[in-house]
């Protein structure tokens, strides 16, 4: 039973091309995350959803857009792949507010390892 | 969020306990202290969070200074498994805040 699941696991692909990255997570959180880990290993938001909702966009650039069908699933569509691209993207989910007041932590996906030639 | 300091590797031989500070001096009274891990080329993992008790769980032991501007998180039998960057977050209460990472610390664990 996968918390939080991603797909593909490894994504390899040439500049110019359109990809997408899919993350499902059967926890019934209501929050989800994006995450990218680049080549020195630094892990960085970029998006945040919250019941579907956009609520963190950080600085990425527009050729990224990020699509939540439904609570459970958080979709990255990346236009036109440029090199500085490459990196391992997270997928990550979290519960807003559990009963009695506490919260509980993230859960990240296995990650997708994309490679742009 | 408020920033946090770490030292950038340490070793801890097998069955030792590891001892990972961490200093946050500028943290808010709102602020919690949390720990993840990232085993190699894994997601992060969630392992402790706290305010200004001590806590404990089935994976570590988190002691807070009484004046909250550092932290230990202590791995009381550390493993080779345990071998991970260590990564200590200040963070507001809030269930979707997303995770601000550091550089982390480089554990390794030696036989």
């Known amino acids: 039973d996968t918390a939080v699941s991603q797909t593909p696991k490894y994504l390899v692909t040439q500049m110019g091309n359109d990809k997408s990255i899919k993350c499902e997570q059967n926890?019934?959180?209501?929050?989800m995350y994006w995450y990218k880990q680049d080549s020195k290993k630094f892990l960085k938001i970029m998006f945040s959803y919250n019941n579907k909702e956009l609520i963190i966009n950080e600085t990425v650039p527009n050729r990224f857009s990020p699509k939540s069908p439904d609570k459970a699933h958080l979709n990255l569509h990346i236009n036109s792949l440029e090199l500085g691209d490459s990196a391992v993207y997270f997928c990550a989910s979290s519960q807003t507010k559990l009963a009695g007041g506490s919260y509980n932590e993230q859960f990240f996906g296995p990650g997708t390892r994309l490679t742009v030639l | 969020d408020a920033k946090t300091t770490q030292p950038t590797s340490m070793d801890c031989a097998e069955g030792r306990a590891a001892n990972l500070p961490c200093n946050h001096s500028t943290i808010s009274g709102n602020e919690y202290v949390y720990w993840y891990r990232q085993i190699h080329s894994q997601g992060p993992q969630y392992i402790i969070h706290?305010?200004?008790n001590n806590e404990t769980n089935e994976m570590a032991s988190l002691i807070i200074t009484e004046d909250r501007k550092s932290s230990t998180l202590i791995l009381p039998h550390a493993t080779l498994r345990d071998t991970a960057v260590y990564y200590c977050i200040v963070r507001v209460y809030s269930g979707n805040t997303p995770l601000v990472f550091g550089k982390g610390t480089r554990l390794s664990v030696i036989a």
């Open positions: 706290g305010l200004k």
């Open positions: 926890l019934g959180h209501d929050t």
